[in-house]
């Protein structure tokens, strides 16, 4: 009976050392994640985590062991935070690292009654903000499998080719989401599920996101910058080219007035490029007419058996610079060429273009071209070979899916996609705008 009683009191001991609760955190982004915060009370440390085995059951039992044997991974968790505790007065004071897959960062937040508040340090010493609410309990804090299915079928009608749907690469990615949806239990597994398991589609740029307010991601831009480099000598740096004729003439005027006899048009990490960005810095610099390729939509390929040439694509299509598409809506159209026609001040010195393993999407086309008709010098890394024009497609009032709703073709009829472009001068992204100043 004495050693029952000692027992009992042992298991007290051992559960008033622990507390456990759940909570609802919001990123900037408005991402949340299910939190299981467990405050070890004797030893002042806690543990948190989103659902248990989260990447176990997305990786497969067999890929995770590999990963974790190798140091790739250390939780079995898509987040884990520990660390240290603190009570400051009706406060506790959380301090330890934010492990998200295999990144970490330096995490701090205090908790008051129901409310949390707290941030994570990146790599760059940028500060992220993450407050919640304490919930009842762990259930998933949507209907992510109803999410899923609306996913599924907006795939199903937009996606820029049918035929992909049938491939064993979408019906396994599929079927594998459909096993895990029931476990999902917030958002940043959501998107880890679809950006993972997605890297094996055969198509590129299938990712979800919140709707930001007022579509951030849709109208931020940066300012048109030309920098002077040398006196003969002027770089467009990436991400901030002319995205218009009218920003196009401005920059010409400048170019001609001072004279510059060689450009470099840094396209590094650009995977933003519009469509009549592209055309407009096309026909500045070519001193020739040329139809140098199409973007063909779903509704193309439902009504068509064959892939259209050059010489075809006036009669069926607009030009990348005739109109201006409203974001979202490129795929209820059949496609758009480049059709290149010379600018009446076409620059006529020497072009060098920057690129990397993230030139993509647009910037990506536009390198092609540029190499494919002799009118630049690329130099830096292959290129992503993700030629696919995509575009954020509405879920519901909360999600939307950066969807691949066309593919780019060239003149010939020639898919680039999963390709990438060989650059002329083949050195490190990090060291092209060297090796291109070293010529001057």
């Known amino acids: ?37 467990v405050v070890n009370n004797e030893k002042n440390t806690f543990e948190a985590f989103t659902r248990k085995d989260a990447l176990k059951d997305l990786a497969g039992i067999f890929t995770y062991t590999l990963a974790k044997a190798a140091g790739k991974l250390k939780y079995a968790e898509i987040v884990f935070i520990q660390g240290q505790t603190q009570r400051k007065n009706d406060s506790l004071l959380l301090k330890g690292i934010f492990n998200y897959f295999d990144r970490q960062y330096q995490f701090s937040a205090s908790i008051s009654g129901i409310h949390f508040k707290g941030k994570y340090i990146d790599n760059r010493n940028r500060s992220h903000l993450l407050t919640g609410i ?21 795939t199903e009608k ?64 940066n300012i048109v910058n030309l920098r002077e480099i040398k006196s003969n000598l002027a770089v467009f740096d990436a991400n901030s080219l002319p995205e218009n004729q009218k920003e196009m003439d401005s920059i010409a005027a400048i170019i ?80 758009s060429y480049l059709n290149i026609v010379p600018h009446e001040k076409a620059f006529i010195g020497k072009v060098y273009v920057l690129v990397d393993s993230r ?12 190499k494919n008709e002799k009118i630049a010098t690329i130099v830096g890394q292959k290129t992503a070979g993700a030629f696919e024009f995509s575009e954020h497609v509405t879920i519901n009032s909360e999600y939307e899916l ?39």
């Open 134 to 154: 304490k919930v009842p309990d762990n259930k998933p804090l949507k209907d992510y499998p109803t999410i899923i299915n609306a996913i599924f079928s907006l």
């Open 402 to 440: 950066n969807l691949p709703v066309a593919d780019f073709y060239t003149g010939e009829g020639k898919s680039l996609n999963k390709i990438g472009i060989e650059p002329n001068v083949t050195v490190s992204g990090e060291d092209a705008m060297k090796y291109v100043l070293k010529l001057f």
């Open 359 to 370: 030139t993509s999407k647009v910037a990506e086309v536009l390198t092609f071209v540029l």
């Open 158 to 221: 937009t996606l820029f080719n049918s035929l992909l749907l049938k491939s064993d690469e979408w019906l396994n990615f599929k079927k594998k989401v459909n096993e895990l949806k029931p476990k999902i239990s917030d958002d940043y597994e959501l998107v880890a599920i679809f950006y993972w398991l997605g890297k094996k589609l055969p198509f590129s740029q299938y990712e979800i996101s919140k709707i930001r307010p007022n579509n951030e991601h849709q109208t931020r831009r």
């Open 256 to 335: 001609t007035k001072k004279g510059y006899t060689s450009l470099i048009i840094d396209l590094r990490r650009n995977n933003r490029l519009g469509l009549n960005a592209a055309g407009v810095l096309a026909n500045y610099l070519s001193g020739k007419s040329i139809a140098a390729g199409a973007y063909l939509t779903r509704k193309w390929f439902d009504r068509n058996t064959i892939i259209p040439k050059s010489q075809d694509y006036k009669k069926l299509f607009s030009g990348f610079t005739e109109i201006v598409y409203k974001s979202g809506e490129f795929y209820k159209e059949q496609g």
């Open 1 to 37: 009976m004495y050693k029952i009683l000692i027992f009992a009191v042992l298991i007290l001991q051992s559960i008033n050392s622990f507390s456990q609760s759940f909570w609802k955190i919001g990123n900037e982004n408005g991402d949340e994640i299910l939190l299981t915060l």
